[in-house]
């Protein structure tokens, strides 16, 4: 059987060609889930806060993580996984139905339309053209920028740092808690297995702080490891398109399109660049096939109540990991699905244990910031806004709208106006339109 397996996986994601075995394979795909396992948690609580059955949500959430997450290993054969991307889950929860009393079908029917637009701008080539159109410097700033959001995500899973309301600023969280204490252990246990070349690391070391934070009192040991999944009649089909075309909604559909289109493209160069997967010119071959992956993602979850699925930032850890192929993607899919019935399991992972990995492999990617030209001021100025708006405001799409704009100010400030095209002037047009809609959010 396991012959037959191994001629199936060489045949469809071309596993020597990639310079990667099926072993590495699952051992990339698990770690992709250990990293993103959070997700299991958070999600359900955040949209259950709006009134919404959070265990009908986890079901639901399974179900699409694992049917889009296959399509995007077989279809694109990358290392991919998608989820609910966090900023349209706090829009859709917080925003929308929680503060704006938004009703659920309204707001569902804003996602179903911003999934909408997200397919036709693909089939229509639109997202490859903007891709093509963002700027070199731009391009590998990306993934500097996604790499350093990681280790912030990472740094505060690990409650190393926190946001402090008296200094409005990052600081140091409580230093003394044994969570703090395990993200460190964590760390120190990756860095020797990494200095070692310890096949597996990153899993190695999820594993390790598990059971390590069971006697520090981080790691809760269930009562019950299997259970069986809630059901989704209360989540599925709940959408009012027509109501969701009112023009005051505009601004919403914004504020769910333009970030997670960013933020698509953002982790698929970030990502593709630490995998090797980029050309001469920062693209990656076959964005499109991603691109449809995620735009057909984002529109069926909206039929779920699940806020737009994108490609997760944390794919980079399998990446890291060593994967290369669908087969990871896969392989983490098929982890959430065998969540719905061991789901007191899998939550027992903390984040503790998780975000050593997530700041290794963000301080991994900032390694392509030698390739901008710093004497070129329309190069590096966009690439230090987009790295820093993308960490200092949490969003990777804002950081990439505020990058492209500042670049063609400054092409056109200095008379450069040639290395411009009617594109990019558009694009901008756009991009301007998205920050004035978001003064209108609360």
Same mark, same amino acid.
């Given at each position: 059987?396991?012959?037959?397996?191994?001629?199936?996986?060489?045949?469809?994601?071309?596993?020597? =060609?990639?310079?990667?075995?099926?072993?590495?394979?699952?051992?990339?795909?698990?770690?992709?889930?250990?990293?993103?396992?959070?997700?299991?948690?958070?999600?359900?609580?955040?949209?259950?806060?709006?009134?919404?059955?959070?265990?009908?949500?986890?079901?639901?959430?399974?179900?699409?993580?694992?049917?889009?997450?296959?399509?995007?290993?077989?279809?694109? %054969?990358?290392?991919?996984?998608?989820?609910?991307?966090?900023?349209?889950?706090?829009?859709?929860?917080?925003?929308?139905?929680?503060?704006?009393?938004?009703?659920? =079908?309204?707001?569902?029917?804003?996602?179903?339309?911003?999934?909408?637009?997200?397919?036709?701008?693909?089939?229509?080539?639109?997202? =490859?053209?903007?891709?093509?159109? #963002?700027?070199?410097?731009?391009?590998?700033?990306?993934?500097?920028?996604?790499?350093?959001?990681?280790?912030?995500?990472?740094?505060?899973?690990?409650?190393?740092?926190?946001?402090?309301?008296?200094?409005?600023?990052?600081?140091? &969280?409580?230093?003394?808690?044994?969570?703090?204490?395990?993200?460190?252990?964590?760390?120190?246990?990756?860095?020797?297995?990494?200095?070692?070349?310890?096949?597996?690391?990153?899993?190695?070391?999820?594993?390790?702080?598990?059971?390590?934070?069971?006697?520090?009192?981080?790691?809760?040991?269930?009562?019950?490891?299997?259970?069986?999944?809630?059901? !989704?009649?209360?989540?599925?089909?709940?959408?009012? !398109?027509? &109501?969701?075309?009112?023009?005051?909604?505009?601004?919403?559909?914004?504020?769910?399109?333009?970030?997670?289109?960013?933020?698509?493209?953002?982790?698929?160069?970030?990502?593709?660049?630490?995998?090797?997967?980029?050309?001469?010119?920062?693209?990656?071959?076959?964005?499109?096939?991603?691109?449809?992956?995620?735009?057909?993602?984002?529109?069926? /979850?909206?039929?779920?109540?699940?806020?737009? $699925?994108?490609?997760?930032? @944390?794919?980079?850890?399998?990446? @890291?990991?060593?994967?290369?192929? &669908?087969?990871?993607?896969?392989?983490?899919?098929?982890?959430?699905?065998?969540?719905?019935?061991?789901?007191?399991?899998?939550?027992?992972?903390?984040?503790?244990?998780?975000?050593?990995? $997530?700041?290794?492999?963000?301080?991994?990617?900032?390694?392509?910031?030698? %390739?901008?030209?710093?004497?070129?001021?329309? =190069?590096?100025?966009?690439?230090?806004?987009? !790295?820093?708006?993308?960490?200092?405001?949490? %969003? #990777?799409?804002? /950081?990439?709208?505020?990058?492209? !704009?500042?670049?063609? #100010?400054?092409?056109?400030?200095?008379?450069?106006?040639?290395?411009?095209?009617? &594109?990019?002037?558009?694009?901008?047009?756009?991009?301007?339109?998205?920050?004035?809609?978001?003064?209108?959010?609360?």
């Amino acid at each position: 059987m396991s012959n037959i397996f191994s001629k199936w996986a060489e045949h469809q994601f071309k596993l020597k =060609e990639n310079r990667t075995n099926v072993t590495t394979e699952i051992i990339a795909g698990i770690t992709t889930f250990a990293t993103m396992a959070y997700s299991l948690a958070v999600v359900p609580k955040m949209i259950g806060e709006a009134g919404v059955p959070a265990a009908q949500i986890l079901t639901a959430m399974v179900l699409m993580v694992f049917a889009t997450t296959v399509a995007m290993g077989l279809y694109t %054969n990358r290392p991919f996984a998608l989820a609910p991307g966090m900023g349209s889950v706090a829009i859709f929860s917080i925003t929308l139905i929680q503060l704006q009393k938004i009703p659920l =079908e309204i707001a569902c029917g804003l996602l179903f339309l911003s999934g909408l637009i997200f397919l036709l701008v693909t089939v229509f080539g639109i997202r =490859e053209f903007i891709s093509m159109i #963002i700027p070199k410097g731009i391009k590998i700033s990306i993934s500097a920028g996604v790499g350093l959001f990681l280790c912030v995500l990472g740094l505060r899973n690990a409650k190393i740092i926190a946001a402090s309301a008296e200094k409005t600023a990052l600081s140091f &969280g409580n230093l003394a808690d044994p969570v703090v204490g395990l993200a460190v252990i964590g760390f120190v246990i990756l860095l020797i297995l990494e200095a070692r070349k310890v096949r597996g690391s990153a899993l190695v070391a999820i594993l390790l702080a598990t059971m390590i934070g069971i006697p520090m009192g981080v790691t809760k040991i269930p009562t019950i490891l299997f259970a069986m999944p809630a059901g !989704i009649d209360d989540v599925v089909f709940r959408f009012d !398109i027509l &109501g969701a075309l009112h023009v005051k909604y505009v601004p919403f559909l914004f504020a769910f399109f333009l970030p997670d289109f960013f933020s698509s493209l953002g982790t698929a160069l970030g990502v593709g660049s630490k995998a090797g997967f980029l050309d001469k010119n920062g693209d990656l071959p076959g964005l499109n096939k991603v691109f449809l992956v995620d735009s057909i993602a984002a529109t069926l /979850g909206s039929l779920f109540t699940i806020p737009v $699925l994108i490609t997760y930032l @944390e794919s980079g850890a399998g990446v @890291e990991a060593g994967g290369r192929t &669908g087969l990871t993607a896969i392989t983490t899919a098929v982890a959430f699905l065998l969540v719905l019935f061991i789901t007191p399991v899998a939550l027992m992972i903390p984040a503790a244990a998780t975000a050593p990995i $997530l700041i290794y492999v963000g301080m991994s990617m900032l390694s392509g910031m030698r %390739n901008i030209d710093y004497v070129d001021m329309s =190069e590096y100025i966009p690439a230090f806004l987009c !790295i820093a708006l993308t960490v200092f405001t949490f %969003n #990777i799409g804002n /950081g990439i709208s505020a990058a492209f !704009i500042a670049y063609v #100010i400054i092409k056109v400030a200095a008379g450069r106006t040639k290395e411009l095209r009617y &594109g990019h002037y558009l694009l901008s047009l756009v991009l301007i339109y998205y920050f004035v809609s978001l003064t209108s959010i609360k």
